[in-house]
């Protein structure tokens, strides 16, 4: 393969993973903390894709589109979770799985009703090209990977240094006792949940310009962001920065050199991991994460 | 002392992490005996009841039954040798009838496979199949009890279950953890009636608190303390001995 | 025979209420067919789901398979839709016994995942990679290529409906009769005891691929008579965002019982064509209704009528071991 192709591509690799980073980590988080599998948190992509075309469309600004699709986005997890979600928690994780499911349904039928059936187009915020290394590479892509690195650096700084997150932390590693240290685990609950679904939001609002908007658009990202979770070892925020980075060479780079890899390989990926590595990379505890006891 | 004993370990050992479970523990039973295991919490009674029926892998050592080597053997394999178990914590299928349940444990042992290829064609209820359950439900008094669904059943009828399904595997080692954990008095007795009338005629390990229900049908008691078997023996001698009386009732 | 004439009495009856509905209704044809084709695919599911409490998201892949199989069959190599037909079973069989293994030993959620990628890739592989077998989105056509079976021409519709019905009953029979057979008895229970079984002695590995095995038979014979029926397949079919369909169907009809799946299937079926009058598309209806199932009325439709009718008219299971224990208590 020509080495000027590939630069690019790893550069647009560090963007899919950036996007892939912010959509996975609800799903792994909520496999971490809550035990469940949380399959609605498309959804909340899904949505702040659409907020990013309705706001772009209406007042012309693509920061104001991020803001709503945050805003919308962190708001329905917030529904969702103290609605619906505190119903399954300590259930099976199947009973989880499919009751996220249908959520992730309705959403989509919502979108439907709301935005119709064709698939929005939205224009990116800037068109320059930069130079890095002698490549021409579009701020946008730099600017989603600028923002991934700092969601992960906000998102460390909270776990490590505030109450909330070292409850988070302890509630990650051992969910029973958490209860028993007097913390209100039904609050802990709901903040993670609103924050990851802001971020799931976000990620759907930077990746509108690179994509189609369409009401199905959250089923093929399901699937990649599961991969990325799978990789990563579920429930590992750590994992998951380290799988996006992967699956996003794999996407990019595998693209380039065949272009149905892109879709292929990271599938491959998945098979291999769950086959032969069932704990991912960064799996929270080494016991059962993949096969039955 | 030769291996042909019905069940036999050597050298067992069972680490979990830094915690050893199990150290180096020699163990022989003979055909037709009756032995009970006691000793405190975290001894390593259920371990070693793991290990014989294969939910665990020993990390050292081997388990042998009739002279042959079963350490590396799967559960299912060990039933076909004709090993049973109950669990400390009831494991019945909570889904099914009463009668199913016995009815599949007594279809394995029927059919001699761990993959019965009549599995498809044989229903479970069936003149043979019907003859045998209902003389198991009658002997734990469940008769009555037939067609209910398991998980509507109050504990002591589970515990009663389960020990129905381990007999009608007809073993000829029958493995039991606790067996009147949780369960009254009038209850214990009625299980305690049951396995006197079968000491004699299986090979039967018990591992339980209470020692003096113990005592009444046991050949020979031996007692667990960190890991290890200190005594081995006759009942009553088994509890006077000094070690027993150190370890176990702190005197 | 008994046995046989003891499972069939219920399938029996269903069918000849399908039949009285078609002459009822003679322009609902088209649904009734329909009806009894993923009827078929739900059943296979309901192993899975309502037996053996596996969750796929990757159904469609096995319904693509048994699809294909028969429409490459048709419209390249001959023209008998039966032994496309058999094909289609051999392909559901083959597949089910090579990702059995791989598949059924993972957890839950992965098993679930893996399928879904599964079903990624096949189609992928079937819409582009196969491009000049399958001709991708344009599908395969081959109606006029089918020739005529004996007895019934299945080219036609009211002719096919019968030949469908006619399949539809075999496998509610054969469904029946593993139900009550020890297998069926082995499948719930593995569902909730998955260690008791193997300590019970079974090798609950080799059932549970039995299960996958079987489950993936169905649904290959289901993809074919959708083929048949329609005389040409696109990708559409198995699309994997439609595994959601036969969960659903799965899960209102009463998961784990022998008529849920149909039921299931009339509700959803019923469900998408009555929504379908009024908005585009059915995903909004369908995740309520799904919600509603799961929290308010878990056991689903078949699954509650039997509670009534085991209720009002008591179990009639194991009377010969009842009767069996009263002769004794009298002795």
Known sequence: MNIDLLLPAIFFGLSVSGILFLVSLGISIGFGLMRIINMEQMVYYTFGAYMAYTMVSATGSFLLGII???????????????????????????????????????????????????????SSPFHTMIPILGVQMPLYRLFIIAIAFVVYVLIQLMLNKTIIGKAIRAG?????????????IRRIFTVTFVVASGLAGL?????????????????DMLLFAFITVILGGLGSIKGTLVSALIMGQVISVGGTIWSPLAFVAPFIVMFCVILWRPTGLFGVTGKAFGFQE | MDNSEILMTKGVTKNFGDFTALNDVDFEMKDKEAVGIIGPNGAGKTTFLNIITGYYMPDKGNVFSEGKDITHLSPAKRVALKIARTFQLVHVFDNLSVFENVALAFFRHKEGKSLPLRIFSQSLSQPLIDEKVSEYLQIFELDHLIDEVVGNLPLGSKKRLELAMAFAADPKVLVLDEPFAGLGDQEINEIVGVLKRYTHNKTILIV?????????????????????????GGCQETLNNPEVRRCYWKV | MNRILKVSYGPALLVFLILMARFTFPNKMTFIIELAIFSIYVMGNNILYGYLGMVSFGQPFYLGVGAYATAIFLAHVGTNPLVGMLLSLLMGLVVGLILGPAFIRLRGDYFALINAATCAIGMFTIEKLLLPITRGDDGLWYRARMSQIPFVDIRMPDKFFLFALAIFLIVLILYNFMDKSALGSSFRAIRVNESKMKFLGYDTFKIRWIGFTLASILSALSGSLYAINFGFVNPSLAEPHRAAEVLVATLIGGAGTVFGPFFGTLAFLGIKDLVSQYIAHWELAVGILTLLVLFRFSKGIWGNTEAIMNEKFGKKRNRSVKKLLTDKAAT
């Open chain 2, 208 to 232: 339980e608190h209470k020692v003096s229900k113990l005592t009444e049908f046991v050949d020979r008691l031996a007692v667990m303390n960190e890991g290890e078997i200190i005594a081995y």
């Open chain 1, 68 to 122: 709503a699709g945050i805003l919308v986005a962190a708001f329905l997890g917030f529904l969702v979770e103290t609605q619906l979600l505190r119903r399954v928690y300590g259930k099976e994780l199947m009973f989880t799985m499919v009751v996220t499911f249908s959520v992730f349904l309705i959403g989509i039928g919502i979108i439907q009703y709301t935005w119709g059936l064709d698939p929005k187009p939205v």
């Open chain 1, 172 to 184: 990650i590693e051992n969910p029973d006792q958490v209860q028993g240290l007097g913390i209100n």
């Open chain 1, 203 to 219: 990620g759907g609002s930077l990746n509108a310009p690179l994509t189609m908007t369409g009401p199905y658009m959250g089923f």
